[in-house]
């Protein structure tokens, strides 16, 4: 259950649209966290530079002016010594000072001759031999054992032997180091309440949209008494609901009208065809001969023919406006379709057809049954108008968790070719019907009003295909839910 | 017994008036629910039949300010209309009936018949019933003819009975759609009849007195003498 809450949860709007936002805002804030870093990497750098620079001048310089006696590498490693205590950005090392500075002369032959620092600074020595010595450039420089780099600033003096100050960047790292963790931790903060926060509220505006496409369903599956929720807010949701219920009223007020007209028309012509059939029943009740009976009886029947053709042009009018009143009960199709199968297959079984039908079990559909049961009926009455003797009707029913169809197949003649998906138009018809043409136009219409459709044509060996396919009663009602979860 | 027609169409009325009358109801009629109104409260009916679509109020609002003023007789319902409102739904639960115009005679006098029988004795409790030398064991579903046992289809049964029941009088083929099938159809195709034809030739066998009757254009009945 709750792995479906996080599917449906992730599938909205809301979900997309903070995903999306989020993403913008933690690449925008990740650049711009970028470019400072290297602004004040840079900046650190310089400052060390300076120092560099500035030290290893006066480095320099004491060594130049200090006599090259007994007491020269002293007086130039105390005063290296001293330097390395006046390093810039420095953090307290655990006493352990000598491993961030270091102090080398090299002779004019390129041997060492004064060193100052952590171990005998060959290492060093030997980094700086391999690397192409720059200009008074302070440059960077990798020592084996060590793997931290040093900053090296040179100096040449008079003499001919050359001065190298090192300084470890271990503390310039350090410093961007506690930089970038402690942004690390403010961003995906951040990035988090902001997208809590944009998911929130696009859910919260995106409740609205929902709220309202819930109450429009419903009001499109049954009624059209009701109306969307109307926001208090003048923004765009409340005028959407607004405009949704303008519409309804006006879609409410034809419906009305269609319904008024048709009801009227119905009435109209069943008052005066009731009384006309009354009389006649009377005077044929009143034991007439029987010629004088037999037109009485067939004028019965054309007013009974006329009375269904009546309703069924209606029920398709109706329809074709998706305004047919339907009285749904939950119910089971095959059990509808077995019923109706027991009733015709007597008639049929003498005019020398054969049904056989097969179905795999109960279909619960939510439907009208009294406009199923005339949608069968059409349908096999229109089996035993156009089949000939010897012809076999299959009657197939199957349904899996979303739609129950229902088949009907014969070895007739099938369908004329020409008609095509006309045949589901009023008034269409094959040139050796006599109907009036709107048997499967009210099939379609019953159909598609209980959220269907029927499509037919020929089968490969011969013969007419008709498929009918309805949702089933658990597609019926996840159908509002469904349509209210994709928001 | 003494029905009130309330109905509009002076047609209508007239060709009901006579067959109620000539079925042995004596018929008051009413044109307008006002009239309607007056009536019931002067005089006791033992059933009523109302059409919906009356020129000074909606039918089902009559009945339910009759049945409010503590009238108990039974109704049978006449609708013009294209579907059944959910009051007359209600109705039909309570235990009125109705009826979609244009219908059979014969149809509207088996209804009102039902409607009565059920308002004066309530349900009846039969485990027999007999026609001439017909006879239906409704607890053993077995049905014989003199002493020859009819092997009959469960369908064929139901059938049957509702014929039984109704013996002596017509019913038509719509009835036997709704009552015997469940549905309210009207066939292109004579499905009913062949039903008709089949049971007829295991019941009246040769030699036999014919039981049932065709009429053509109306229905069938089930001869009781």
């Not at chain 1, 001759?113 to 990798?142: C, F, H, N």
Request: charged share 25%.
């Amino acid at each position: 259950m709750s792995s479906k809450t996080t599917r449906t949860v992730m599938r909205s709007a809301a979900w997309r649209i903070s995903l999306w936002a989020t993403l913008a805002f933690a690449l925008g804030s990740m650049l711009v966290f970028v470019m400072l870093h290297q602004f004040v990497a840079g900046d650190i750098q310089r400052r060390s530079d300076a120092w560099l620079s500035g030290e290893v001048e006066v480095l320099g310089d004491v060594a130049e002016r200090t006599p090259k006696d007994r007491l020269y590498s002293r007086v130039v490693s105390e005063v290296a010594e001293l330097a390395s205590k006046e390093v810039p950005n420095k953090q307290p090392s655990g006493g352990d000072e000598n491993s961030s500075v270091f102090f080398l002369q090299t002779g004019t032959n390129g041997a060492m001759t004064l060193w100052v620092g952590r171990g005998d600074g060959q290492a060093e020595l030997a980094a700086i031999r391999s690397t192409k010595s720059m200009a008074d450039v302070p440059y960077d420089l990798r020592v084996k054992g060590f793997h931290i780099p040093f900053r090296v600033a040179t100096v040449r003096i008079d003499d001919g032997s050359q001065i190298y100050l090192g300084l470890s960047e271990r503390d310039e790292m350090r410093v961007l180091r506690a930089l970038r963790i402690r942004f690390t931790g403010w961003y995906l903060l951040i990035v988090l309440i902001g997208f809590a926060v944009v998911f929130y509220a696009t859910r919260r505006m995106l409740g609205f949209v929902r709220q309202i496409t819930e109450a429009a369903s419903r009001i499109g599956q049954s009624d059209l008494r009701s109306r969307v929720p109307a926001s208090s807010h003048n923004d765009e949701i409340g005028q959407l609901a607004r405009t949704l219920n303008h519409m309804l009223d006006r879609i409410e007020n034809s419906m009305h009208q269609l319904h008024t007209m048709t009801d009227s028309l119905a009435h109209d012509l069943r008052s005066p065809l009731t009384a006309i059939r009354g009389q006649l029943e009377l005077a044929l009740l009143r034991e007439v001969s029987l010629d004088q009976g037999e037109p009485i009886v067939s004028a019965i029947d054309e007013l009974d023919r006329l009375c269904e053709f009546l309703n069924r042009s209606l029920d398709v009018a109706e329809a074709k406006a998706d305004a047919l009143r339907l009285s749904t009960v939950e119910l089971d199709l095959d059990e509808l379709v077995r019923v109706m199968v027991d009733l015709y297959e007597p008639c049929m079984s003498e005019k020398g057809l054969r049904v056989r039908m097969h179905s795999a079990g109960a279909a619960k559909v939510m439907a009208d049954p009294a406009l199923l049961h005339r949608v069968v009926a059409n349908l096999l009455d229109n089996e035993m108008k156009h089949l000939r003797a010897g012809c076999t009707v299959w009657i197939g029913l199957s349904a899996d968790e979303q739609f129950a169809t229902l088949q009907i197949e014969d070895d007739g003649l099938g369908f004329d070719v020409e008609l095509g998906q006309q045949i589901f138009e009023q008034g269409v018809k094959g040139r050796e019907s006599n109907g009036h043409g709107l048997g499967l136009a009210f099939v379609e219409a019953v159909a598609r009003a209980h959220g269907g459709h029927v499509s037919a044509g020929n089968r490969e060996q011969g013969g007419a295909k008709l498929c009918i396919v309805l949702p089933t009663v658990a597609a019926s009602y996840s159908l509002v839910r469904s349509e209210v979860e994709f928001v | 017994m003494r029905l009130l027609l309330v109905e509009d169409e002076l047609e209508i009325q007239r060709f009901l008036r006579q067959s109620l009358g000539e079925a042995g109801y004596e018929v008051d009629v009413a044109s307008d629910g006002a009239t309607a109104s007056s009536l019931v409260s002067r005089f006791t009916y033992d059933g009523l039949i109302v059409d919906l679509g009356l020129p000074d109020q909606d039918g089902i609002d009559l009945i339910l300010q009759l049945r409010r003023n503590g009238m108990q007789s039974p109704v049978l319902i006449l609708s013009a209309r294209r579907s059944v409102d959910d009051r007359v739904k209600g109705l039909e639960q309570g235990g009125d009936d109705y009826l979609t115009k244009p219908f059979a005679v014969a149809e509207l006098l088996a209804r009102l018949r039902n409607l009565l029988r059920r308002n004066s004795s309530g349900k009846e409790d039969v485990t027999k019933v007999r026609v001439m030398d017909l006879e239906l064991d409704l607890l053993k579903r077995r049905a014989t003819r003199g002493d020859d046992v009819l092997n009959l289809s469960p369908q064929e049964f139901v059938l049957l009975e509702y014929l039984c029941r109704h013996a002596g009088r017509v019913v038509t083929r719509s009835m036997l759609l709704s009552e015997v099938w469940g549905m309210r159809i009207q066939p292109d195709t004579n499905v009913v009849d062949v039903h008709i034809y089949r049971l007829r030739g295991k019941i009246d066998t040769e030699g036999r007195t014919p039981l049932i009757k065709t009429l053509r254009g109306i229905g069938y009945v089930l001869k009781n003498h």
